[in-house]
């Protein structure tokens, strides 16, 4: 069973109000139950901003999408999240992929010579 079917809704409502558009993020395979459901929102411009300046930084570049995509947990509480990913650690970066994608890096852009 998954997280989708035990939210309260008045908690979702909430959270949908403070945070605008959600997502529920989640590992399932075909026909097997996901190890890890994590409700994100999409991140905002400054969060952008933020993400931009670390991934231009030398240190910060390494972990600039991982800190992106903690920023936009909204549900379970992110050190849950980060417990799980020390177990599974290469699904982290499918996970903020994943948010990626929802904010638009897969954006198709067109161009046409006036």
């Given amino acids: 069973m998954g997280i989708e079917s035990t939210l309260d809704p008045g908690k979702l409502a909430d ?28 991140p905002t411009d400054a969060d ?9 930084d030398d240190e910060g570049k390494k972990f600039a999408g991982e800190q992106l995509f903690q920023d936009c947990i909204v549900y379970p509480e992110p050190a849950a999240v980060l417990a799980h990913f020390a177990r599974r650690p290469f699904a982290r970066g499918r996970f903020v ?3 990626l994608e929802l904010a638009g890096s897969q954006a198709k852009v067109r161009a046409k010579k006036l």
């Fill in 97 to 99: 992929d994943k948010l």
């Fill in 15 to 42: 959270w949908k109000a403070k945070h605008g558009e959600l997502h529920l993020l989640d590992d399932a395979e075909p026909g097997k139950d996901p190890t890890l459901e994590v409700v994100v929102r999409l």
């Fill in 48 to 56: 952008y901003r933020m993400f931009k300046e670390a991934a231009f």
